[in-house]
């Protein structure tokens, strides 16, 4: 960041700085970074341009869409404690092995745009964060199969909305062995993953486009700040592009 604000004239720009005055050097940019994983300031801008989105009209919250994705993070022992971060773990997905946190995440059916999120080490169960991921006002939700039996759930009984979760790959195989037959399931299950694929769009900004495929900071805190800040700006990211189509 330090390097970025004397090379990049917009970076100045926008951080409000000139080269006619002392750049902040990295310790004071790392001391702001932790003043703001102290207070929860990254929290309180994510609520606070949701609620500005809201306010414009944008941010509709008629469904849900929730979904997870797992972020890597370093397996390296070599640290102090000589140890892998102890608030991280592993987990297993398909047949490959992943050591890092989970990020779960509450999208607007309509518009893509996160409206809540929450951050777990990687072997959390995605069904155990999904009560988390509703704002309460919403008609519908759309989940995958790793959701599946959340109606029943006793903390989301009292949830008005109706679910719709996908079917599990290994029924959806059987349901393709007689198409003819199965038509019209085939056809229903189609249908919820086109209305789901907007929850990927979050995750393929804050991966592709902001490069978060790796946790940097060690212990859940820190990337759960990271996290809000970066989903903030993938929703301004979002907005952006719906303005543009």
Not at 124 to 138: M, P, R, S, V
Not at 165 to 172: D, Q
Not at 197 to 221: D, N, Q, S, T
Request: glycine share 6%; charged share 30%.
């Amino acid at each position: 960041m330090e390097d970025a604000l004397y090379e990049i004239a917009s970076m100045r720009l926008f951080a409000g700085l000139s080269l006619d005055k002392a750049i902040p050097d990295h310790t004071t940019i790392m001391n702001f970074r932790h003043l703001l994983e102290r207070k929860g300031l990254t929290r309180r801008l994510f609520k606070e341009v949701n609620q500005w989105l809201t306010e414009a009209g944008v941010l509709l919250k008629e469904g849900t869409l929730v979904d997870a994705t797992i972020i890597e993070a370093p397996t390296s022992t070599k640290n102090k404690a000589g140890e892998r971060d102890p608030e991280m773990h592993q987990t297993k997905k398909g047949n490959e092995w992943h050591f890092g946190l989970k990020a779960h995440i509450g999208v607007d059916a309509r518009t893509g745009i996160t409206h809540s999120y929450t951050t777990t080490a990687a072997n959390e169960h995605d069904l155990n964060q999904a009560g988390n991921l509703l704002h309460g006002d919403e008609d519908f939700i759309f989940a995958d199969a790793g959701y599946r039996g959340a109606e029943k759930r006793s903390e989301l009984q009292d949830v008005e909305a109706d679910w719709y979760i996908a079917e599990r790959p290994g029924k959806m195989r059987e349901l393709k062995k007689h198409p003819r037959i199965n038509k019209l399931k085939i056809r229903t299950e189609y249908i919820k993953a086109s209305v789901r694929a907007k929850v990927e769009h979050p995750f393929r900004i804050i991966k592709c486009r902001f490069g978060f495929v790796k946790a940097h900071y060690r212990g859940l805190m820190k990337n759960d700040s990271k996290l809000a800040m970066l989903f903030t700006l993938a929703n301004i990211a979002r907005v952006g592009q719906m303005l543009r189509a």
